[in-house]
């Protein structure tokens, strides 16, 4: 039983140094505990926030009540304490137990509100990837690269390949280039999704009618694949519509961007460019097709009237 359960380890562990050896591939694995990787520079400061100024003040002050109050249990018992003090006031006391908490919470909030302005916009973005939430799918436009755009669906489960994670693999993969800043936008034709990939620490509303806006740069020894889900509880489906980023050299990008334009070059008339490309066509549309059926009638009335006054 010792000799499996040593075995086993040891093949996670050489799972675990090929599988991180040539090229990345971030997603969750039975019995995670820690973050996935972090890869990109807002998932770095994340990373620092939870675990050098979060972990240690929750340890810290866990620790502090459970002695204090194990303290209070041994010390002030009815057997060691029979006559209890009456004292129902302490001004050092409640001041102090009302301004360290402050402290506390001005020393977190500091960095968070730094990292909530860092991770909020690119400062100086190479490319832009526009990302739309659908009931059930994402969409993908690159506007900065021939504006195509496609539709990435899950792929089911009687179709998987080899290799390929459950509920975690799509048709369509993004691709982005290393050692780029990627400026990211979000919206929704239908409803509230949230595109998340852990190890970008990107996890955004994608709102309908609104753009929310984040960025992520990964360098290039971080070349791999990366894994996310929708994060917004946003109907039947909310499960099956995962993420697939591939950060690949800019050369790689480069070709296949040329194969994605020639690929996707007939998605214009898909829902998404219609209402953007063809809003104002369409109200002019449909003035006219009001319009018409109006003269037909008034031509009809007219012939109508004039046969009758034939008669
Ligand atoms: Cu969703």
Request: proline share 7%; aromatic share 10%; net charge neutral.
């Amino acid at each position: 039983m010792k000799k499996r359960l040593w075995g086993l380890l040891g093949l996670a562990a050489l799972a675990l140094v090929f599988g991180t050896g040539s090229a990345y591939a971030e997603l969750p694995y039975p019995w995670q505990v820690d973050f996935q990787e972090a890869v990109s520079p807002v998932m770095e400061q994340i990373y620092w926030l939870h675990n050098i100024v979060l972990l240690p003040l929750e340890v810290g002050i866990t620790l502090f009540v459970l002695i204090l109050m194990g303290y209070i249990c041994w010390r002030f018992n009815a057997k060691r304490n029979p006559v209890p003090s009456k004292t129902t006031h302490n001004a050092p006391l409640e001041v102090l137990w009302t301004v360290i908490p402050i402290i506390i919470l001005v020393v977190i909030a500091v960095p968070s509100m730094k990292l909530l302005f860092f991770m909020d916009k690119a400062q100086e973005p190479d490319m832009t990837l526009k990302v739309v939430g659908n009931q059930w799918y994402w969409s993908y436009e690159y506007p900065d690269h021939g504006n195509f755009r496609f539709d990435s669906n899950i792929i089911q489960e009687d179709d998987l390949k080899p290799g390929q994670p459950r509920l975690l693999s799509v048709d369509n993969h993004v691709v982005l280039p290393a050692d780029t800043t990627v400026r990211l936008l979000f919206t929704a034709t239908d409803v509230i999704h949230a595109w998340a990939i852990p190890s970008f620490g990107v996890k955004l509303d994608t709102v309908p009618g609104r753009i929310n806006e984040s960025w992520v740069r990964v360098p290039a020894a971080k070349i791999g694949r990366y894994h996310g889900q929708c994060s917004e509880l946003c109907g039947v489906n909310h499960g099956f519509m995962p993420i697939v980023v591939d950060i690949v050299s800019k050369e790689d990008f480069t070709q296949w961007v040329a194969k994605a334009k020639v690929q996707f070059a007939d998605n214009d008339s898909a829902p998404v460019k219609q209402v953007q490309k063809k809003s104002a066509p369409a109200t002019m549309q449909v003035g006219h097709s009001q319009a018409q059926p109006q003269l037909k009638q008034l031509k009809l009335a007219g012939t109508a009237t004039t046969a009758t006054e034939v008669r």
